[in-house]
């Protein structure tokens, strides 16, 4: 790998190539991966890591989507959730090439307030393929479709724990790969559902700007869902990390802006959270 070359594109806004991608995720060196990806991360999104406290839809059928947004809407949902390259489903149709005119056709059917999420890179459990060329494939692939269609604010990478499937450090490498690799997605969001609060609060210093996931305003309602997280929990976790907590709207604007991190907590030990 040409590091210095893969440097030099990155700053100055060349589109990496499939085979700077194979590369990239045949490189050991993940400090320098993740700070490379970190550039990219800033210059989108500085020091903010967003949330959204949204009521999100996931979007099997598209065609079934289109005529069921209108009602979703009605129900509140914000966010419609477009799983790609599973190789089923949705990621069938992109194999077809018919997804395009497929999500131009639920994109156009949109009412104001609610957003396509690309919910990307699905692999895990026991039969999971980890070959880099088919990740890239599938972050190209999605880089291929905003291009040609465009609508996605973000995406987020999933890569599900299981007896062969992807490890912390593989988590943050497929994070900092997809931020280098899609330069037409504005938004990175780790899901602390799917890898653990700890390693997305890690995915912030590795490509991701936001923290993804079922919030909720007390501790009885979290007790109840192992999965969600306090608003208060969630502004903590991502101070931790060393970001301005920023609530967002569905289309990425500031709902209510937060203090960043106290420079003095982070310079003194503090007790572990449980």
């Known amino acids: 790998m040409d590091a210095a070359d893969i440097e ?29 990806a970190h550039e990219v991360r800033s210059r989108h999104s500085g020091d903010i890591a967003y949330f959204a406290a949204h009521l999100p839809q996931d979007v099997t059928d598209l065609d079934q989507a289109v005529a069921l947004t209108p009602r979703w809407a009605a129900d509140g949902v914000t966010e419609l959730r477009l799983v790609t390259g599973t190789g089923t489903g949705a990621g069938s149709e992109a194999e077809a090439g018919g997804l395009a005119g497929a999500v131009r056709a ?6 104001e307030g609610v957003a396509l999420t690309a919910y990307a890179l699905p692999y895990g459990g026991a039969d999971a393929p980890v070959d880099p060329a088919q990740l890239v494939g599938r ?12 609508g996605f604010h973000v995406a987020v990478p999933l890569l599900q724990d299981g007896p ?13 790969v997809a931020r280098l690799l899609l330069d037409n997605v504005e938004h990175l969001a780790a899901d602390w559902a799917l890898h653990t609060e700890q390693t997305a609060q890690l995915a912030l210093q590795h490509g991701a700007d936001e923290l993804t996931g079922r919030v909720v305003d007390d501790e009885s309602a979290a007790g109840q869902d192992a999965d ?9 976790a991502i ?18 802006s937060h203090e960043g991190p106290d420079p003095q907590r982070r310079e003194t030990p503090q007790p572990m959270r449980v």
Do not use: M, N
């Open 106 to 111: 639920l994109r156009d059917a949109l009412p």
């Open 8 to 36: 030099r594109k990155v700053r100055s806004g060349e589109r990496l190539t499939r085979e700077d991608g194979i590369d990239l995720y045949g490189c050991d060196d993940l400090a320098w991966l993740g700070g490379l």
């Open 139 to 150: 972050v190209l692939r999605l880089r291929e479709l905003q291009d040609e269609v465009g």
């Open 228 to 236: 969600a997280l306090t608003r208060e929990d969630l502004l903590v």
């Open 239 to 256: 101070r931790d990390a060393g970001f301005r907590p920023v609530e967002r709207d569905a289309h990425y604007g500031a709902v209510r």
């Open 164 to 176: 062969r499937g992807a490890t912390g450090a593989e988590v943050l490498k497929a994070f900092a």
